[in-house]
């Protein structure tokens, strides 16, 4: 599967896409970027008066940009496979700097295993100076149905 | 290796991943991976990948799919270490 192919799998649309680019995508990891655009409508609560995004976004944006466009290329592109769903299971992130409106973030995910459909991967998310905002484990399922 | 030798190794893993610690401490052969510990579906798969690091085996597709019980899964230690 290519960029494109993967890009047009994701279950996904606004306000709850996380995925602008797919930068490099193979069988060991995949990267990829997203902008939060400063209109995003969780920044009028979090927070009041102080915007900056949620750690369920950041993590939201990693799993996205790693664990899913990584398990439909994965079983998209295994021989005689279809691009599968990828269902959440764990997530162990460590926070390390914010995110503030405008913020364009890379976010670089490798494969720990993909074994008996679960894939395990780490990641990892950089902002524009190349600094580690947030980074840690995300699992889930990959299934051939939704919510499967 | 002896049954009870093999549960001994086997609760440290299966403790680790379960939800359900009354069950755990009550441990048999007739003990449900699902129904008893409540692992969930993505903790299985860990508690096999524990299980092949620890007795230096490794299972196939089909062999996990039938590990959904503690009976099942000393079988399937079992085979393995046979045929090693």
Redesign the interface.
Known sequence: MNKEEILAHLPYSKPFLFVDEILHIDENGSSGTFTFDKDLDFYKGHFKDHPVTPGVILTETMAQIGLVCLGIYLTGSAEGGVPGHVML??TAIDFMKPVFPGEKVKVVAEKV?F????LNCTVQMLNEQHEVVCKGTI???VTNKMNG | MDRAELIARLTPIIATYAQDKDAVASINENTDFIKDLKINSANLVDVVLDVEEEFDIEIDNVSMERMLNVSAAMEIIEDKLKSK
């Open positions: 299971t764990s295993y074994r008996f459909k679960k699992a889930g399922m």
